[in-house]
């Protein structure tokens, strides 16, 4: 099922906030189509891993990237159109942000930044993003309603759908599930199965059992470092295992 | 109750402690009484001095007044002996000119200011802009109205070839320039009020800086924008001193920038002095301020009503 060829190459990649170091010269690779999940305890780095692959440093001044990622072989530590990027990326982030603006234009926000103005196309998107997110059904009768007005499983979902109208060949999604009911959750986790086969999807989760479920291969952060990364079977059978990754899977840590 | 049950608690001594009130019972009351009076203070004298200033202009409004006349005659002559009139479409005209040019002015300044502090601007300069703008909006009346009077003044006529410089469009310019930093500072805590994941989430999907101003934090503070535009409009509306001096104080129908005007409030304060108490002048003044009082409360309700009713959707 996994292919062989990276879709994103990370070497080295340190990422400070000020002088306090985040993540310590971390090296991965994440495969096209798998979903690559990344789990470890709270301040481990997996939010900043995923802050650097959108290169939102920008965002924050305090904030410095320094190693190369690689993106389809494209060094994104030194492009010029960082917009373009993250148009190719897209990002859930973990609490829902509907924009206060309808569902329809939710969705249709990312198209028509891309230039997309014809009403008809974007109703295509718009209706093929919110079917694949799951929401489909519960919005269709009210794309007007205001996007932040949806509950926060729906928001999620249309969080999802938005990051989804990009057309991304890269998802990445920073602990989707911890505003969401269990039961939205899973129809979430049904929903990524889905959207591997087009798409590679990078999974940080706090939920050990989350990344058991839906990884392909699975990395440990602990500390500001990658522990290990494998195969997410081997990683929770204790094949390959580091004693740190075998506490944290099994709920010893500490 | 049953009594075995009473007695145990009164042995146990949990009905006095439940009973008794103590030392922060009657802060509380004493604290919650007198925030009270403060707040009720505030609509307490707003009630009293609309009372008053209607029960000096009510004689006039109820005896001499021609409210025909008083609507729409450009004839201010409340001191002539043999026949006064009392007309202030001119008075009307020379406010609503000098608002709406500094707005003009004063919008896309404030706007755009306000748009660079919360948005562009960061660490020292963003600082220093804020307490900079405040520090304008802190700046008296009565020097801006020198501003217009000796800078403004001769860069006008010099640099249109006219004979007075003090006009709509002086009075205008420092009108707005008087209004901007307050609505600044209005306008820019209502963009700092949009969440920053709104900007993060747009940011994300790859909009530049300026769509996500555009299409993200705009639309969303657009409430509190508009309440910066009226908050604006308001003042220009009362603003007096600096419009005394720099609009000429000339009753006239405005029909260019460069015609001197004369405000309502200006009026006010030019004439109250010289008039005797109790006379037809007197309480035609009080009147014109009624009339403000009656417009600057529409202008704030409907900043309200925009403000609560935008809020809502």
Redesign the interface.
Known sequence: MVEASPKLSVRDLTVRYGDKTALDAVSLDVLTNEILGIIGPANSGKTSFLRAL?R?E??D?NMTVQGDIFFEGQNITAIRNV?????K???V?P?P?G???SVYDNVA??PR??GIRKRAELDVIVERCLTRAALWDEVKDRLDA?GSLLSGGQQQRL?IA??LS?NPELLLLDEFSIAVDPVTTMRIEDVLKELKHEITIVLVTNLVQQARRLADRTAFFLQSELVEIAETEELFTGTVQDQRTRDYVEGRFG | MPADVQTDARSSGIAHDLNTRGRAWYIDRAVSVGVFVGGVSAIVFIVGIFVFVTREGLDFVIGPMDAKEFFTSINWRPTSERNPTYGILALMAGTASVTGLAMLVAVPFSLGAAIYIAEFASGKMRESLKVLVELLAAIPSVVWGFVGMTIMNPLIIEFFDVAVGLSVLNAGVILGLMAAPIMTTIAEDALKAVPDSYREAAEAMGATRWQVVFKVVLPAAKSGLMASVLLGVGRGFGETMAVLMASGHAINLPTSPFDSVRALTATIAAELGDTARGSDHYGVLFTLGIFLFVVTFIINLTADIVVKGVGRK
């Open positions: 959108n939102m920008e965002f001044p917009y373009a990027l993250r148009r990326v897209g990002v982030f609490l942000v924009l206060p603006m926000f990312a930044l891309a205001l969080t938005r990051a990009q």
